[in-house]
């Protein structure tokens, strides 16, 4: 059977450990080093443009290489939905009669996965759908469609709150080992030597720090994350499982116009926005 392609407080006041940024927020990707490509997508709607990044290579070839052959034009945009995303290019939809469900994708069109933690969900990424994990539990991307991020504004006090809540397991259990234990000491501590007080309080922050960093599912926004998400705005919650191969250059208000299309149950828009044409070129 088919399926849709669905792109899937506080402890202690006192006691907040001041986390760090990633190592992501010093990258610099060769991208901006060398002249990018440039995709024009023709739509219904309008124009879409997008770079194309170059450190995820097995996808923006793939995605040329199938532009070249006209894959995607002629098909359409499938699902919309309002301050998340855009998606289409499925080849079942180049034909699909008026209210047919589509963009159910192509299996056989899937490669594995380049997620890069500088390449994330903001406003105008194109990225890469794809089955579920409980049958693509390698998170391979599916080729034969593309999805471009609307998304939204996050405030930074959403994305701390963002944070705490998936890093609360993971803190509380290292609070039970570093902070637990010495916490009626270090309250007599807090009286008798602040100086001392505060200096090992830093340690068990880094500790619990370090706790949280080194355990998988744990979340910390970088410092791009943060003034992307805080400004242009984008989908937080697709990071680290969809692969992002580029980004909208032009054409932010034909992406709101799409998204914003009247849509049925199956969030296909009622009325059809048609890829006319995919073409890419080399940057200037």
Known sequence: MKKSYYILLGLLACLTPAFGQSDADSVTSASEQVPAKIVTINTSAGILKAKLYDDVPNHVRTFIERAKRGEYDGTLFTRVLPEFMIQGGAPDSRNAPAGARCGFGDRNSEIMPEMRPHRFNKRGALAAPRQNDDINPQKKSDMSQFYIVQGKVYTNGELDTLEMIANQDIKEKAMEKFFYPVRAELRMQ????????????????????????????????????????????????????????????????????????PRDTYDRPKKDIRILKVTVDSGE
């Open 190 to 261: 807090k009286v008798s030597n602040k100086r001392e007080y505060q200096k090992r309080l830093r340690k068990i922050n880094a500790q619990v720090d370090s706790v949280v960093r080194a355990t998988p599912g744990h979340l910390l926004f970088t410092k791009q994350q943060r003034k992307a998400y805080t400004t242009e705005g984008g989908c937080h919650h697709l990071d680290g499982n969809y692969t992002v191969y580029g980004e909208l250059i032009e054409g932010f208000d034909v992406l709101d116009a799409i998204a914003g299309q």
